[in-house]
């Protein structure tokens, strides 16, 4: 099983940053393929960013011109730059890897990902 961890949520003011990471020891199995998505109180679950191992992104729109997901995550530490925020973003946010087999790269919807972390909190505040 494939374990992945995120960290860096915080606490920050609205136009503020945070950087979050999600560490795995197991990034082969991985192939550089990951995703990030976010859940606030009472919302579903939603897909924010992904990335394939040759470096494709595919953005949810509201974030894709204020978050930054990392590329090149096969031997590193992946990570979400988070710019701009806003309070809409209060979320707890999640990694997740191992795309399943007929769903397609870049996918933001959950039941793609077999792997997932156990999340990291955002608030923004004003």
């Known amino acids: 099983q494939v374990q992945l961890v995120e960290s860096g949520g915080g606490s920050v003011q609205a136009g503020g940053s945070l950087r979050l990471s999600c560490a795995s020891s197991?990034?082969?199995?991985?192939?550089?393929?990951l995703a990030w998505f976010r859940q606030a109180p009472g919302k579903e679950r939603e897909g924010v960013a992904a990335?394939?191992?040759?470096?494709?992104?595919n953005y949810q729109s509201s974030v894709e011109d204020r978050f930054t997901i990392s590329k090149d995550n096969t031997n590193n530490n992946p990570y979400l730059q988070m710019d701009r925020l806003k309070l809409e973003d209060t979320a707890m946010y999640y990694c997740?890897?191992?795309?399943?087999?007929?769903?397609?790269?870049?996918?933001?919807?959950?039941?793609?990902?077999?792997?997932w972390g156990q999340g990291t909190q955002v608030t923004v505040s004003s």
């Open positions: 997740a890897a191992g795309l399943r087999y007929g769903w397609l790269p870049l996918s933001l919807q959950p039941a793609a990902y077999v792997y």
């Open positions: 197991q990034y082969s199995v991985n192939s550089g393929r």
């Open positions: 990335v394939t191992g040759d470096g494709r992104t």
